[in-house]
C-alpha cells in the first residue's frame, strides 16, 4: 500500500492481539532511524532471539545451535542463511498453542519492510 495507509498501525494491532492471545513469537519493524540495528542484515536473528526469549527450551536450542555453528555461519548477514540456520529450526521446537493441534502456533508480525 502507499504510505500513510495505515499499514503499520494494522501490523501493530495484529502484534498487540497476538501477544494478548499468547501467540506472538516476534514483532520486527524496519525503521529508517535505527537502520543501525534495525535492518535487514539482522532481521532473521532478532526475529530468532525474541523465539528464544519466550521459551526456555527454545533459547536453550537456540544457544546449543550458536555454539555448533561456523562463526561465518553466526556473523552471516544474508537474511536467507540466517532464516534457515536459526529461525525455522526454531519454530519446529515451539509447544503447540493449542493442545489439539500438532503443529506450532506462532505469529510473527514483520513491518516497514519498504524503509
Known sequence: ??????????????A???HKSGVLGAYYCFNA????????SNLFTTIACQL????????????TMTQA??????????PSVQLH?????????IPASDSAS????KVIVIDAVDE
Do not use: M
Open 52 to 63: 528464544a526469549a519466550r521459551d526456555k527450551a527454545t533459547e536453550k536450542h537456540l544457544i
Open 102 to 105: 500438532t503443529q506450532p502456533h
Open 69 to 78: 555453528c561456523d562463526i561465518l555461519i553466526q556473523k552471516s548477514t544474508n
Open 16 to 18: 498487540l492481539e497476538a
Open 33 to 40: 532511524a535505527h537502520q543501525a540495528e534495525l535492518n535487514p
Open 1 to 14: 500500500g502507499v504510505a500513510g495507509s495505515g499499514k503499520s498501525s494494522i501490523a501493530l494491532s495484529v
Open 85 to 93: 540456520t536459526f529461525v525455522l529450526p526454531l519454530l519446529t521446537l
